[in-house]
């Protein structure tokens, strides 16, 4: 027996419709208190998945909206239970007034990601389906948003399952001959299972090569832009964001600090790290700030170089070119095309160098082009991308203890020595899907998400 629950499914703002969902036993009774449909006698006897018209009233008894209601008897909805939606004009007052009278009726508030939490819980979907239903809500881009959804329909479980299953059966197996000795089995020969244990590992080693490309559909491209003072790294940030988001002067050191933006950059987004500009200085905020600026260029997924391309490079352009030229992934811009170009792109050595006017925008399609060639994965966005971290290090640890099998194979260790690395990686993978996860693991999933999902 679970106890109904109700949230308000879509925000606090004022919308156009706004959605009360209900989940658990009894909450059809809770919710008929509260609504009243035209052409039915009772909410009770609504057919299944069928909008009707009523009037929802207030704890007092009073109509607050003529909306439509939605049952769904379990187990034929998202969460397994009876569940009840309210879709009502999207005023907070109305919400909040419906919400209050089913708490009246005996309804108790959802708890964060709860609805989803139980769809788990009863088998409606595993942990990987579970977790991307957050992913696809908080998705910034397409790709993104594509990934996640393919994984809500159960695109990673599947590729996972069939090692899982694997893994079982050679369990199974060796469990089998030792506790049935007597029975007619087939005699156990860990041998027979190597070519397995490596097409399993191989298939995982794969899935854990998306992870850097998951890592950016999830979070975008952490772009540091960096280069001395005064030669345009702010109005290069505030060209690509499309509005005056740093003070930009003709003082050197203006900017004493990184100051970040998210944007879109073609089909990338960029997390864009604006830097102090790096040079030796006497101020001690201003070195600060020339310290964070190197510590953003180490953590840096893409290193914008900016130089002032009206003046020759300085002694200071080229201690930070040293650093940048360390970095696998770096872009030169020569700035200030608009003045005549005194540095040439072979001046500088970088496989890409753009010349840009970061005052009239010139030069950025070019770069839009560059960085979205450069950030554009080769595995297909239809969730079989990994993007979650938890998933990822489970499944990195189950990719080491199938090594760690065959390694042991190869050795001619016992069976049951072998198979105590298996059984590891299944417990490794149980992670992923919630095959074996624990309550508290649980519980912290599903803390990520919002009330009323």
Known sequence: ??????????????????????????????????????????????????????????????????????????????????????????????????????????????????????????????????????????????????????????????????????????????????DYPDEDIEDFGLANYSGTLRQDAKALYAMLQTYSQGRILRHGVAAAIVGRPNVGKSSLLNALAGYDRVIVTDIPGTTRDTVEESIMLGSTRLRLIDTAGIRDTADTVEAMGVQRSKVAMESADLILFVCDGSQPLTPEDHAILDLCTERENAIALINKSDCGQVVQPCDLPFTTVIPICAK??????????????????????????????????????????????????????????????????????GEVTGATVREDITARIFQRFCVGK
């Open 1 to 178: 027996m679970s106890h109904p629950i109700a949230a308000i499914s879509t925000g606090s703002q004022i919308s156009a419709i706004g959605i009360l969902r209900l989940s658990g036993d009894g909450c059809i009774a809770a919710a008929g208190q509260v609504f009243a449909p035209i052409h039915a006698p009772s909410l009770a006897q609504v057919p299944d998945r069928k909008l009707v018209m009523g009037s929802l009233r207030d704890s007092q008894g009073r109509v607050i909206d003529q909306c439509m209601a939605v049952v769904s008897r379990a187990p034929h909805s998202y969460t397994g239970e009876d569940t009840v939606e309210f879709h009502c004009h999207g005023s907070p007052a109305v919400l909040a007034a419906g919400l209050e009278a089913l708490y009246l009726a005996g309804v108790r508030p959802a708890q964060r990601g709860e609805f989803t939490k139980r769809a788990f819980l009863n088998g409606k979907l595993d942990l990987t389906q579970a977790e991307a239903v957050i992913d696809l809500i908080e998705a910034e881009t397409a790709d993104a948003a594509a990934n996640a959804a393919g994984q809500v329909g159960g695109v990673l479980q599947k590729k996972l399952a069939p090692i899982y299953d694997d893994l079982t059966n050679l369990c199974s197996h060796f469990h089998a001959v030792l």
């Open 360 to 429: 009239d925008g010139e030069g950025l399609d070019q770069l839009a082009d560059v960085v979205d060639a450069m950030f554009q994965g080769q595995t297909p966005c239809d969730g079989s991308i990994l993007t979650n971290p938890r998933q990822f290090d489970a499944c990195r640890r189950a990719y080491e203890s199938l090594l760690q099998a065959m390694q042991g194979l190869q050795l001619g260790m016992t069976p049951d020595a072998v198979l105590t690395d298996v059984e590891q990686a299944m417990y490794a993978m």
